[in-house]
């Protein structure tokens, strides 16, 4: 297996476990935006542990540090509304898999902006992918 393949298997294990520990906490009455906090400043240590670890700079032109602000706001609107969801009574098991449906909106994007290729195999995979969400949610 690859790196890149190892890494994202790291990434979607972790992102179940956020999404289960968001859930616990909404459940017992976590006020969200302490707990968004609190979650924000441990993501920010982990974030200068990697920096200081790998010795690397803080190196952001003008214009990235511009687009991690449009990213890290557009974080924080998926993680509230989410656990909004979920404090509003939303079930783990419907809200999260709706909200999983994310990655269209992300691989769309990768094709027109990137211009990633499009591939039969892609679009099929795509649309199971979509189609297991779709009945997860149900």
Do not use: H
């Amino acid at each position: 297996m690859n790196v890149p393949i190892m890494l994202a298997v790291a990434s979607l294990i972790a992102g179940g476990l956020v999404a289960f520990t968001s859930q616990f906490g909404v459940r017992n009455g976590a006020d969200i935006a302490s707990f968004i906090l609190v979650d924000a400043i441990t993501f920010l240590c982990l974030a200068v542990l990697v920096m200081l670890v790998t010795k690397t700079p803080f190196t952001l032109t003008g214009r990235l540090t511009g687009w991690a602000i449009v990213c890290g706001t557009f974080a924080s609107i998926s993680v509230f509304t989410v656990l909004y969801a979920l404090k509003f009574g939303g079930e783990g098991s419907i809200v999260y898999p709706i909200q999983s449906l994310q990655v269209v909106v992300a691989v769309v994007l990768a094709f027109l902006v990137f211009r990633e290729p499009v591939t039969m195999t892609k679009l099929i995979g795509l649309g199971l992918g979509i189609g297991s969400l779709l009945i997860l949610s149900r």
